[in-house]
């Protein structure tokens, strides 16, 4: 923006908490359960958020289960993430903790070389590296025909942006997650110690076009407990286990926090698990912004921080909806 101010950041004058207004009858739940409903209709083409793209090591796996399957990625020599299951075909073995020796996973047991291609009984899964994530395709779990890659919403140019993964577990199903955020009402009274003077701008239509399905939120990020930095969001939800809040107007425009939701291995008492992998990706024009990037792995660890706070929080609020619903 041409007009924008030298300085961001601005004094926050707001209530004490308790003297807030309150926004519960602005949180209508017929409204957050339509856009929930509108969201788990849309097609995911199979893809599941499996990992940050940084968590998969060259020369090492990575293990998680997802849905239920127990699965290992991996990189070959040329950096190419790979994704296949994640027990030995021989007898078993769990490959989480494999070597990875020549761009081929080395069984710790027997040594058998598990590699791109696979071998009988044991073949690679479609695997979706989108520089911020990293991505499988379970073809039998797809919602909608399956694709070549995930659908993704707004994100700023690679070349100019500064990426941060964090990752959450709770027990509750991947649309609770989602709910969460279709509900930003909560903002200012759950967590106030990163939020001020959130206002929901709009909300989707009675039934919108995708292009109109999105909610717009005014809000101010709290900088310490007497500055915050102003600006528009929007959320909208590309596939049904992702939303995303993309920074609309004011400092930081074009910057992304998006959270996905992948269920994982119930527990043996049957409650669900879910992992909440949250991806921050910043940008700005400021010229100041290059240096950030130039020592992201010192400010990674702090984003990544930010949103492990606020999601000890909200995994309780999702968690609290799972236990409600599997109580009917």
Known sequence: MNDRPVNPLRRLRRPAWDQQRPTWADAKPGQIRAALHRALARPSGGWFVLAGSREVRPGRAFGRVVAGRELVAWRDDDGALHVGPGACPHLGAALCDAPVHEGQLVCRWHGLALGAAGRPGWRTLPAHDDGV????????LAEGPLLDAPVLGPRPPAGRSLSAV????????PQDVIANRLD????DWLHPYSFAGLRVVSTPPADPDPAEDRLLV??????????GVPVFAEFSCPDPRTITMEIVDGEGAGS???????PLRPEPDGRARTAVIEAVVAH??????GHARRVAGLLRPMITSTARRLWRDDIVYAERRYELRSRR
């Open 284 to 289: 700005s024009d400021r010229p100041g912004f």
């Open 184 to 187: 930003p009402w909560h903002g």
């Open 166 to 173: 964090a990752t959450v577990i709770g027990h509750c199903e």
């Open 218 to 227: 005014e809000v101010t990020f709290t900088v310490g407990k007497r500055l």
């Open 256 to 262: 992304v926090v998006e959270t996905h939701a992948t």
């Open 133 to 140: 994530l990293a991505w499988v395709r379970l073809d039998d």
